[in-house]
């Protein structure tokens, strides 16, 4: 089994939680999967959420000017709109992709900043100036895998890495982060390695986490309620318990699981 690997970094990051924005938006501390098929997308050229939105603004511009007739075809292709996932999505969601941290134990150094948007409708206080603060990622930097299955998209993403292209620039989370990809390579995974650890995220409930802790180095265990996926209806984010832990998993069968230089690498 192949797969391609890259260094995804960068000097900063947000990955915003949508769950709190009262006094700061927060972010999580890696990349999840839905972010990473955001940015493999913009590598080669598939739109997004602007794509959809611009859709739908042009739909509802023309049924305001459209007869009966019309408008009931036009309402009709709307609401076909709103069940549409974003390209990018659509087309990379079957990719199996695995996310190892590059910091130690897992966690990266994060900082709230500071800034103004004073666009004048950003507010509803006087001189429209919206304070914002925002937590970010500093330093942050995972190597990614990308399983080969095969398939034209698989192939697509591949080509565009390995010979360093892209369409649209790769960020993190938002476009004032820009990505970082090097180190890339095509690699060959083996079966993985029973009875030892994982050196990427994997989901909790697929394994079980042996309690005894590592010889010769300190204990760590990292969790994070992390999006995985998006749901069909709304476009939700659903959620898993991601671990990364020096702790080895036992009695477990090791699904979607393989190994590449003496570490095991989990796909989500």
Not at 36 to 47: H, K
Not at 86 to 102: D, R, T
Not at 136 to 151: F, H, K, T, Y
Not at 178 to 197: G, H, R, T
Request: net charge neutral; charged share 25%; aromatic share 14%.
């Amino acid at each position: 089994m192949k797969a391609v690997s890259f260094r995804l970094s960068g000097k900063t990051a947000c990955f915003r939680k949508p769950d709190v924005n009262q006094f700061a938006y927060f972010t999580y501390n890696n990349t999840h999967k839905p972010a990473l098929l955001g940015l493999l997308g913009a590598i080669v050229g598939y739109g997004g959420y602007t794509k959809l939105y611009n859709q739908k603004m042009l739909l509802t511009e023309k049924i305001k000017n459209s007869n009966s007739k019309e408008k009931k075809l036009l309402q009709e292709k709307l609401s076909e709109i709103d069940l549409n996932m974003p390209e990018f999505y659509e087309k990379l969601q079957h990719l199996k992709v695995s996310i190892a941290p590059l910091a130690p134990y897992g966690y990266f150094s994060k900082k709230i900043q500071v800034f103004n948007n004073s666009v004048g409708y950003a507010s509803q206080e006087e001189g429209g100036n919206l304070i914002v603060r925002e937590q970010w990622l500093e330093n942050p930097a995972w190597q990614i895998l990308i399983l080969d299955d095969g398939s034209s998209e698989y192939l697509k993403i591949r080509e565009y890495i390995l010979n360093k292209k892209s369409v649209f620039v790769p960020y993190l989370g938002k476009n004032d982060h820009p990505a970082k990809i090097d180190d890339v390579k095509e690699i060959e995974l083996n079966a993985p390695i029973e009875n030892a650890k994982i050196s990427s995220l994997f989901i909790e409930d697929k394994f079980e986490i042996s309690k005894i802790p590592p010889r010769g180095e300190l204990s760590y265990f990292f969790k994070e309620v992390s999006p995985v996926r998006l749901q069909e209806e709304y476009h939700f984010y659903e959620y898993e318990n991601l671990i990364f832990t020096n702790h080895k998993v036992i009695n477990s069968d090791l699904e979607n699981t393989y190994s590449f230089d003496s570490e095991n690498y989990f796909f989500l």
